[in-house]
């Protein structure tokens, strides 16, 4: 089992920066796969960025490229997300996840979900 606790979500005016974390427990994450993922009010779950917790790869959904970075801290045990140039579409909670593979993007590959942490952009 993997227990999961993002923080640092809030309210940021549009063309701020915020930064996630998600604090990882119950297991050696060497071989996981972490992820991003957002969810806005009244629409489907949506990747975000990955990295691989053992060499560190990153991916980035389309949208996000550039103004996002997913990042480790392996003496920590916790994955962050850098958000910067936020705009109000950001507006979503946004939860971490941690699967099983070596890198995965879509929501059914991940086996362990946080609560999630709300993050709201005005414009």
């Known amino acids: 089992q993997v227990q999961l606790v993002e923080s640092g979500g809030g309210l940021v005016q549009a063309g701020g920066s915020l930064r996630l974390s998600c604090l990882a427990s119950g297991r050696t994450l060497s071989n996981y796969a972490m992820g991003w993922f957002r969810q806005a009010p009244g629409k489907e779950r949506e990747f975000v960025a990955a990295?691989?917790?053992?060499?560190?790869?990153?991916y980035y959904a389309v949208g996000v490229k550039g103004r996002f970075t997913i990042s480790r801290d392996s003496t920590k045990n916790t994955m962050y997300l850098q958000m910067t140039s936020l705009k109000p579409e950001d507006t979503a909670v946004y939860s971490c996840?941690?699967?099983?593979?070596?890198?995965?993007?879509?929501?059914?590959?991940?086996?362990?979900w946080g609560q999630g942490t709300q993050v709201t952009v005005s414009s």
């Open positions: 990295i691989n917790w053992g060499v560190g790869m990153t």
């Open positions: 996840a941690a699967a099983t593979t070596w890198v995965a993007t879509t929501t059914r590959e991940y086996d362990y």
